[in-house]
T-cell receptor, first 117, second 115 residues
């Protein structure tokens, strides 16, 4: 079946602009995650949705970052007043959303490379 | 403090040989899961193998095996019979507890397989 998809694959914007990054999870996956990966580093957690609600947004760096998942499927990561330091690859992952102790493997999309000039 | 430490930034391995990638972790939670992902130059993270903290045996998936030493808090990945297509960045990650689903990743190890 189809994997996690992300659009756009690349986004170039100017400092101060607003951007939206979209993630379409694997069908049937109730859990969705956003991570940010800077060059040469491992991904860093941003936010996790279980269904429509943000179960954990402790990784969002500041209030310029916001994410939604209104119907429990597609999610949009929104960044206001972008800064050059926001340049990174934004990865989305989804999982079945298993119960306690379940492996609940996260499957990743190809990422959106954001460049803020 | 770093939750996941990968001390090898880059490694070279000859085709058909085995390679071991080191990973140590830090957690006080008795329940946790350890994951290894492969990230080729295309950028997509590919799940390889999982080890649960209560699993009695080391995990294996095809040419991938996990050398889990709980007392030493290490979860090294072994890739046997390396292939050219194994050239990629490899990340170790941990999920702590039974309610916290986010993954904490290490800095990664770049593996280059030589013909």
């Amino acid at each position: 079946g189809a994997g996690v998809s992300q659009t756009p694959s690349n986004k170039v914007t100017e400092k101060g602009k607003y951007v939206e990054l979209r993630c379409d999870p694997i069908s049937g996956h109730t859990a969705l995650y956003w991570y940010r990966q800077s060059l040469g580093q491992g991904p860093e957690f941003l936010i996790y949705f279980q269904g429509t609600g943000a179960a954990d947004d402790s990784g969002l760096p500041n209030d310029r970052f916001f994410a939604v998942r209104p119907e429990g499927s597609v999610s949009t990561l929104k960044i206001q007043r972008t800064e050059r330091g926001d340049s990174a690859v934004y990865l989305c992952a989804s999982s079945l959303g298993g119960g306690q102790g379940a492996i609940d493997t996260q499957y990743f999309g190809p990422g959106t490379r954001l460049t803020v000039l | 403090a770093q939750k996941i430490t990968q001390t090898q930034p880059g490694m070279f391995v000859q085709e058909k040989e085995a390679v071991t990638l080191d990973c140590t972790y830090d957690t006080s939670d008795p329940s946790y899961g350890l994951f290894w992902y492969k990230q080729p130059s295309s950028g997509e993270m590919i799940f390889l193998i999982y080890q649960g903290s209560y699993d009695q045996q080391n995990a294996t998936e095809g040419r991938y095996s996990l050398n889990f030493q709980k007392a030493r808090k290490s979860a090294n990945l072994v890739i046997s019979a390396s292939q050219l297509g194994d050239s990629a960045m490899y990340f170790c990650a941990m999920r702590e507890g039974v309610r916290d689903y986010k993954l904490s990743f290490g800095a990664g190890t770049t593996v280059t397989v030589r013909a």
